[in-house]
């Protein structure tokens, strides 16, 4: 006799255990139960080693509501398909749209009725489990696929460069800085591996940038600016849109990139959280492998300067939560920075002069020397 599968488990979010109470007893029997009585204890367990096969989300608590718990979970590729069913006292017809636009896969009000409840969630984890398998079917077919699409982004990023005076490793630096910020953030390894992998494509537009403006060795004017600040656009409209998850982060990335979290960024101004959470790490990643880089026309910063450098602009250039996954996986990045490191040694007379000249069009409003140069990720 085969051993019995272990039950399914249930998340219950209510802030009136009462309520918890009555949906734990009608699905006990069946199912392991599971509860949360406000919003973040919910996305605790979300986010854990062991996440829900199903949640039954309330909508009106304090703190997080369930809408807003529901919004965070379909936008983390790791948890959005875990289905989600509302049971709401917030019965009108537009509470009930609202809801299921945001992924819900049904909408229940109270007072529950058991069987209902039992129907209902049955059915959504039988299609659960059908999609996981469904998906693993497709996650095996198309590997080789994903490999190919993986190359050729790499090979984009690389012509890019090739474009640029950037250093042979630099994309392949700030791509492993990306996936050590996005796990120390506590993204998972299918959400981390899709940065990953399209960080690389994050300059891409640069292609179309003049090769006038892009290598003139003096400071550029006000109309050779705004050239430069297009290469963002260029760089999403040559990825273009697509329905395919890597391909669109890799658009995402290229076009948000340069955004600051005060909202002083390019190209669109775009303020804290509404910077796709992908640009906000990639940024990150780029301005520090830039800093603590040798470029033809600039040393490399001190560790401890860069690291400075990279404080001082917390809460403005960069996301303050992701600065402390930053300096949670300073370890790994620094030894990432020395295995991919590029061959330096001293500078040349040449690029000694030509620092000298970069040194001397430094922006007293903004970094000393690289951050104020487009050429060095900002």
């Given at each position: 006799?085969?051993?019995?599968?272990?039950?399914?488990?249930?998340?219950?979010?209510?802030?009136?255990?009462?309520?918890?109470?009555?949906?734990?007893?009608?699905?006990?029997?069946?199912?392991?139960?599971?509860?949360?009585?406000?919003?973040?204890?919910?996305?605790?367990?979300?986010?854990?080693?062991?996440?829900?096969?199903?949640?039954?989300?309330?909508?009106?608590?304090?703190?997080?509501?369930?809408l807003e718990i529901c919004r965070r979970l379909k936008a983390n590729p790791?948890?959005?398909?875990?289905?989600?069913?509302?049971?709401?006292?917030?019965?009108?017809?537009?509470?009930?749209?609202?809801?299921?636009?945001?992924?819900?896969?049904?909408?229940?009000?109270?007072?529950?009725?058991?069987?209902?409840?039992?129907?209902?969630?049955?059915?959504?984890?039988?299609?659960?489990?059908?999609?996981?398998?469904?998906?693993?079917?497709?996650?095996?077919?198309?590997?080789?696929?994903?490999?190919?699409?993986?190359?050729?982004?790499?090979?984009?990023?690389?012509?890019?460069?090739?474009?640029?005076?950037?250093?042979?490793?630099?994309?392949?630096?700030?791509?492993?800085?990306?996936?050590?910020?996005?796990?120390?953030?506590?993204?998972?390894?299918?959400?981390?591996?899709?940065?990953?992998?399209?960080?690389?494509?994050?300059?891409?537009?640069?292609?179309?940038?003049?090769?006038?403006?892009?290598?003139?060795?003096?400071?550029?004017?006000?109309?050779?600016?705004?050239?430069?600040?297009?290469?963002?656009?260029m760089g999403a409209e040559i990825i273009g849109k697509h329905e395919n998850?890597?391909?669109?982060?890799?658009?995402?990335?290229?076009?948000?990139?340069?955004?600051?979290?005060?909202?002083?960024?390019?190209?669109?101004?775009?303020?804290?959280?509404?910077?796709?959470?992908?640009?906000?790490?990639?940024?990150?990643?780029?301005v520090f492998d830039a800093l603590v880089s040798i470029r033809p026309y600039?040393?490399?910063?001190?560790?401890?300067?860069?690291?400075?450098?990279?404080?001082?602009?917390?809460?403005?250039?960069?996301?303050?939560?992701?600065?402390?996954?930053?300096?949670?996986?300073?370890?790994?990045?620094?030894?990432?920075?020395?295995?991919?490191?590029?061959?330096?040694?001293?500078?040349?007379?040449?690029?000694?002069?030509?620092?000298?000249?970069?040194?001397?069009?430094?922006?007293?409003?903004?970094?000393?020397?690289?951050?104020?140069?487009?050429?060095?990720?900002?």
């Open positions: 006799m085969s051993p019995l599968l272990p039950k399914q488990s249930i998340l219950v979010v209510d802030d009136t255990p009462e309520n918890i109470t009555i949906l734990s007893e009608v699905l006990c029997n069946d199912y392991r139960i599971r509860v949360a009585t406000s919003g973040e204890k919910a996305l605790k367990i979300i986010y854990s080693d062991e996440p829900p096969d199903l949640i039954l989300l309330d909508i009106m608590m304090p703190g997080l509501s369930g790791d948890r959005r398909r875990i289905p989600v069913i509302f049971v709401t006292a917030m019965s009108s017809i537009e509470d009930e749209e609202r809801g299921l636009a945001l992924g819900a896969v049904d909408y229940i009000t109270k007072p529950i009725s058991p069987p209902i409840v039992k129907a209902r969630v049955r059915t959504h984890l039988a299609l659960y489990d059908q999609s996981r398998e469904l998906e693993r079917m497709v996650r095996q077919r198309t590997s080789e696929l994903m490999t190919t699409r993986q190359q050729i982004i790499r090979r984009l990023g690389r012509a890019a460069e090739f474009k640029d005076n950037e250093t042979g490793n630099h994309v392949l630096r700030m791509s492993h800085y990306a996936r050590l910020i996005a796990e120390a953030h506590g993204l998972g390894d299918e959400a981390a591996s899709i940065i990953f992998n399209t960080a690389p494509m994050h300059d891409i537009g640069k292609i179309g940038i003049p090769d006038s403006i892009l290598l003139k060795p003096g400071k550029l004017d006000a109309e050779e600016w705004k050239v430069m600040h297009q290469h963002p656009i998850e890597l391909l669109e982060t890799a658009r995402i990335i290229a076009l948000c990139h340069h955004e600051k979290w005060d909202g002083s960024g390019y190209p669109r101004g775009l303020k804290g959280e509404d910077i796709p959470l992908e640009g906000r790490i990639v940024a990150i990643a780029d600039k040393a490399a910063f001190p560790l401890e300067e860069a690291l400075r450098l990279m404080e001082s602009q917390t809460g403005s250039h960069f996301d303050p939560v992701l600065m402390q996954a930053f300096r949670k996986a300073l370890p790994e990045i620094l030894r990432i920075k020395e295995i991919y490191a590029d061959e330096n040694g001293a500078l040349t007379d040449l690029e000694f002069h030509i620092k000298e000249i970069y040194d001397h069009r430094h922006d007293p409003d903004g970094y000393p020397g690289v951050l104020t140069s487009e050429k060095e990720g900002d």
